[in-house]
């Protein structure tokens, strides 16, 4: 048994069934065994201190989306009664930790699969937001957002097809289109930043993750649609997020 499964076995076991191998916990470590991602298997992950089901199997939050979700918390903070938009929301973790950690603000979820919708309803339901505090939208791209916002909160796919560092289980369980965006992975993040300025208010932030070299690429977009940007380096030393402003 590898030292990698050895460690999941031993989450699972720790955080599913009090380190007893009753026989659904042996049934979950068949899954495992399969390579399914444990986080999956136990059915949820920690997310800036909020509990975030993954029943529908969104895309699994990330340390790296943590990292720089956390900091746009800092700033919103700073903000009087901020309106957010969390698009691409996928699980909902970042708008919901924006709801748990900012007590003053309000957030429209924007997210394409409908089958994800009742997920992030789940999900604030977990962490005791107030439904007067949240919408729930199904939209492609700005398709069903109206107005403007003091921040949009942008976790875009954008990994590119048949990109041959993208893990197995990664390829194999979790939502394609949460992940890969065309044959260069910026398919999305091209038309998402010509058209988030009309939602942004004057002054507002846009944030937006991004892959590990493609800050450049980016960084041109950000320019060419009338923004004044800086990137920065996720945890790991990777530049992988901009926070962005309209000229």
Same mark, same amino acid.
């Given at each position: 048994?590898?030292?990698n499964?050895?460690?999941?076995?031993?989450?699972?076991l720790?955080?599913k069934?009090?380190?007893e191998?009753t026989? =659904?916990? +042996?049934a979950d470590i068949?899954?495992?065994?399969?390579?399914e991602?444990?986080?999956?298997?136990?059915?949820?992950?920690?997310?800036?201190?909020c509990?975030? /089901?993954?029943?529908?199997?969104?895309?699994?939050?990330?340390?790296?989306t943590?990292?720089?979700?956390?900091? =746009?918390i800092? *700033?919103?903070?700073?903000?009087e009664n901020?309106?957010?938009?969390?698009?691409f929301?996928?699980?909902?973790?970042?708008?919901?930790?924006?709801l748990?950690h900012t007590?003053?603000?309000?957030?429209? #979820? =924007?997210?394409?699969?409908?089958?994800?919708?009742?997920?992030?309803?789940?999900?604030?339901?977990?962490n005791?937001?107030?439904?007067?505090r949240?919408?729930?939208?199904?939209? /492609?791209? #700005?398709?069903?957002?109206?107005?403007?916002f003091?921040?949009?909160?942008?976790?875009?796919?954008?990994?590119a097809t048949?990109?041959p560092?993208?893990?197995?289980?990664?390829?194999?369980?979790?939502?394609?289109?949460?992940?890969?965006?065309?044959?260069?992975?910026? +398919?999305?993040? +091209?038309?998402f930043?010509?058209?988030a300025?009309?939602?942004?208010?004057?002054?507002?932030e846009l944030?937006? +993750?991004f892959?590990?070299?493609?800050?450049?690429?980016?960084?041109?977009?950000l320019?060419?649609f009338?923004?004044? *940007? /800086?990137?920065f380096? /996720?945890?790991f030393?990777?530049?992988?997020y901009?926070?962005?402003?309209?000229?």
């Amino acid at each position: 048994m590898n030292v990698n499964l050895e460690k999941e076995i031993g989450w699972l076991l720790n955080e599913k069934y009090a380190s007893e191998r009753t026989p =659904a916990a +042996e049934a979950d470590i068949v899954r495992l065994k399969r390579g399914e991602p444990v986080a999956y298997v136990i059915g949820y992950v920690d997310f800036l201190g909020c509990t975030i /089901d993954l029943s529908a199997q969104p895309l699994i939050p990330r340390p790296e989306t943590e990292h720089w979700a956390g900091r =746009a918390i800092t *700033a919103l903070k700073a903000r009087e009664n901020p309106r957010v938009l969390d698009i691409f929301a996928g699980s909902g973790c970042i708008g919901t930790a924006v709801l748990k950690h900012t007590p003053s603000a309000t957030v429209v #979820f =924007a997210e394409r699969n409908v089958e994800l919708l009742p997920q992030i309803t789940e999900n604030l339901r977990l962490n005791g937001v107030a439904p007067s505090r949240y919408r729930v939208v199904q939209s /492609d791209l #700005f398709s069903g957002v109206s107005g403007t916002f003091d921040a949009i909160l942008a976790n875009p796919p954008y990994v590119a097809t048949g990109d041959p560092e993208l893990q197995d289980s990664v390829r194999r369980w979790e939502p394609a289109e949460a992940v890969v965006s065309g044959e260069t992975g910026l +398919e999305l993040i +091209e038309p998402f930043l010509r058209i988030a300025p009309e939602h942004l208010t004057p002054g507002g932030e846009l944030w937006l +993750e991004f892959g590990a070299g493609q800050g450049s690429v980016v960084g041109a977009f950000l320019a060419e649609f009338g923004y004044t *940007a /800086d990137r920065f380096p /996720d945890q790991f030393g990777v530049e992988r997020y901009a926070v962005a402003k309209l000229l």
